[in-house]
């Protein structure tokens, strides 16, 4: 049975950091695919940044620049830094796995951690 367990979220201001973290049991993150999906208020559920099992990383045009993506194969963790929080960041994140990067959105899903940015 995979779980996926995020931390990290929290409130901030615009401009300030956070960085989240999904820790998972019942699957390995090193040879599957990771992502972070986000929901905000009234919008519809976006796939933020995601990695393969290859380390290759991909991101949402509104967060490139600013949301960093990686893995700790040892603690079988991926994160999720994002800097240069802005208003519009606000929502609920989701952590994913699955075997490949296509299918993310069909994997196994975290609880969700909450992100509020304050202006």
């Known amino acids: 049975q995979v779980q996926l367990v995020e931390s990290g979220g929290g409130l901030v201001q615009a401009g300030g950091s956070l960085r989240l973290s999904c820790a998972a049991s019942?699957?390995?993150?090193?040879?599957?695919?990771g992502g972070w999906y986000r929901q905000g208020p009234g919008k519809q559920r976006e796939l933020v940044a995601a990695i393969t099992s290859g380390g290759s990383t991909s991101y949402a045009d509104s967060v490139k620049g600013r949301f960093t993506i990686s893995r700790d194969n040892a603690k079988n963790t991926v994160y999720l830094q994002m800097n240069s929080l802005k208003p519009e960041d606000t929502a609920v994140y989701y952590c994913?796995?699955?075997?490949?990067?296509?299918?993310?959105?069909?994997?196994?899903w975290g609880q969700g951690t909450q992100v509020t940015v304050s202006s």
């Open positions: 019942g699957i390995i993150f090193s040879i599957n695919a």
């Open positions: 994913t796995a699955a075997s490949t990067y296509s299918q993310l959105r069909f994997g196994s």
